[in-house]
Structure formats: structure tokens, C-alpha cells
């Protein structure tokens, strides 16, 4: 392991220069991208959700589109058409906003259902058809998006199909005492979080991204390992209180986060902790829960509590 350690320690060192704690946030981040996944936010106003993605896009050296999500967003508002121009006569595509490296789509459960949709094709195989024409994007693409748990008005929750979509959902906590104390510091000695571009935040290469990546998939398997994570992929589809169950891709990406966190912290080889510190923000989202068991206020995060103690661990 030689870049993989490299970007985790210069991304949490680059984006301290903005952000204060939130440090499993920026991991989770990383891992998303690192694993070439994308990710799903959720977090209450104020969290510094959105700065993070912005100086995440920095750290990385890529392009960067923001997308805020409302009610009357319409697919070709994403993707973008063919335009007519006048002078040559001619139809010109005119590229959306989904033609980026790292999209920001914010408050995803304020677009409405035709629009949700029309982000499948390019969040699962990397292309965007615009009239009958395939583009393909780019190999850094990834989609973050973010959601307020808290608002039900005016939203529209997102499809089983789109959720699976997601390699991670990302819960986003308020910061602790301390924390809060040196934000507050910060904010009197002048920092301003719109005044982003004014940090002096060092990229790192694309190159070195790609060797990270291949890095994660040197990660070394044993064969009892991949009994484990199937073991408890399979335990949730016949679990009381879970109405739906993971799917085998759910599977395939907690072993490729698995493997990612084992790099990142400098390991060739998988460790079933490292399983065990993947299973909620890879498998939280894809799960229903049934209706008797929320209203006990039982939610996902407490089931797989209960499914990692009952699968047995390997040695």
C-alpha cells in the first residue's frame, strides 16, 4: 500500500483547513469515490454537508456541478439536448450539469420521480443517452447526494431501485463540544464558508487516484471471509423485523468498501472488522424495514447491530 494511505492522510489533513471534525463523514466520502460508488448523505441542515463534497472536489482535482434538486426539475435540466442553432442550421448537444466528474445533487428527495429516474443510466453504466445518442462518462464519475431526514413536505421519497444504486449512505452526526467551540472560533477569526476558493488546498493527480484505486483491488481475500460477508447478506433476507432483505449486489459492495477500508488503513488483506465497519453505511439503506417494527421505533442501524452479533465471525 503506497498511494492509497497517501490520499486518505493528505485528504483528512487538506480538508481540515475547512472543515472542522466530521472526520467519519470524509472517510465515507473517500471511500465512495475510491471505490467508484456513489453515495447518499443524510443530515439535518447545517452540517457542513455540502462544503465537504466542494472541497472533497478540490482535494481530488476533478470537475465539479452542483444540481439543486426542486419539485419542477425536469431530466433535460440534468442531461441536457440537442439545441438548434440558427447561424449553421444545425443541432448542437448542449451537455447538463450530469456531464462532470463529482455531481453534487442536493436534497435528491425534492426531485420528482421522472427526474430521479432519468439518473439511473448514467449512476449504473456510466453513459447518458440523449435522442437515441450513447455518451459515455468519465471514470471518476460519482453522484453524491444529499437528504434532509427531518422534511416530508413537498418530497419524494427515493425507489428501491435508486437506493440500490448507492454504494453508501452516509449519516452525518452534529459535531461534539469541542468541535462546536472551534467552529465558533474560526467563524470570529474571520473564516467565511463562501469564501471556499481562498483555501490553499493542495490536488492531488489523477494518476494517483487511479493507483489508489487499483491498490483496493489487490486487497487480499481469504475464502472464509467471503462466507462471512455472504453469511450476513443472506441473514437479512429472512430476519423478523426486515420485509426486504440485501441483494447479491449488496453483497459485492460490502466486500469492495471492506476491502477499500482495510487500504486505507494500510492493510493488503481483509480482516472481519473491517467487514464489520462497512455493513451499516453499505447495507442501512437497502433494507425495509417492516411497518410493525418502526413503529417500535426499531430502525436499520439497530437491526444490523443484531445480524452482525448473530452471524458467527471467522478466525
Request: aromatic share 6%; charged share 25%.
Amino acid at each position: 500500500m503506497e498511494a492509497l494511505p497517501r490520499v486518505v492522510t493528505q485528504a483528512r489533513t487538506e480538508l481540515s483547513k475547512g472543515v472542522v471534525g466530521q472526520r467519519e463523514f470524509i472517510d465515507q466520502l473517500l471511500l465512495a469515490v475510491l471505490c467508484g460508488g456513489h453515495a447518499l448523505i443524510e443530515g439535518v441542515p447545517g452540517l457542513a454537508k455540502t462544503m465537504v463534497v466542494k472541497l472533497a472536489a478540490r482535494f481530488l482535482g476533478i470537475s465539479f456541478q452542483r444540481v439543486q434538486c426542486t419539485s419542477d426539475l425536469m431530466p433535460a435540466d440534468i442531461i441536457g439536448g440537442n439545441i438548434f442553432n440558427m447561424a449553421t442550421s444545425t443541432f448542437v448537444v448542449h451537455k447538463g450539469p450530469l456531464f462532470t466528474d463529482l455531481l453534487l445533487a442536493d436534497e435528491i428527495n425534492r426531485m420528482p420521480p421522472r427526474t430521479q429516474a432519468a439518473l439511473l443510466e448514467s449512476m449504473e453504466e456510466r453513459q447518458i443517452t440523449i435522442d437515441g445518442t450513447r455518451y459515455p462518462l468519465t471514470e471518476f464519475f460519482t453522484v453524491l447526494a444529499t437528504q434532509n431526514p427531518i422534511e416530508f413536505e413537498g418530497t419524494y421519497p427515493l425507489p428501491e431501485a435508486q437506493l440500490d444504486r448507492f454504494l453508501l449512505n452516509i449519516k452525518v452526526d452534529y459535531p461534539k463540544a469541542d468541535e462546536e467551540v472551534a467552529i465558533l472560533e474560526r467563524f470570529q477569526n474571520g473564516f467565511d464558508s463562501r469564501e471556499l476558493d481562498q483555501l490553499q488546498i493542495e490536488a492531488i493527480t489523477p494518476d494517483m487516484l487511479r493507483s489508489a484505486r487499483m491498490e483496493i483491488r489487490r486487497v487480499k481475500v481469504e475464502p472464509q471471509l467471503f462466507r462471512y460477508v455472504s453469511d450476513i447478506i443472506r441473514r437479512t433476507r429472512d430476519w423478523a423485523t426486515i420485509s426486504l432483505g440485501a441483494s447479491p449486489r449488496a453483497g459485492v459492495s460490502l466486500l469492495n468498501v471492506s476491502k477499500a477500508i482495510a487500504g486505507m488503513d494500510d492493510r493488503d488483506y481483509l480482516i472481519p472488522d473491517d467487514v464489520k465497519q462497512a455493513v451499516k453505511p453499505v447495507l442501512r439503506h437497502r433494507l425495509a424495514v417492516k411497518p410493525e417494527a418502526e413503529l417500535e421505533g426499531i430502525d436499520t442501524d439497530a437491526i444490523l447491530t443484531d445480524v452482525l452479533a448473530a452471524v458467527e465471525v471467522p478466525k
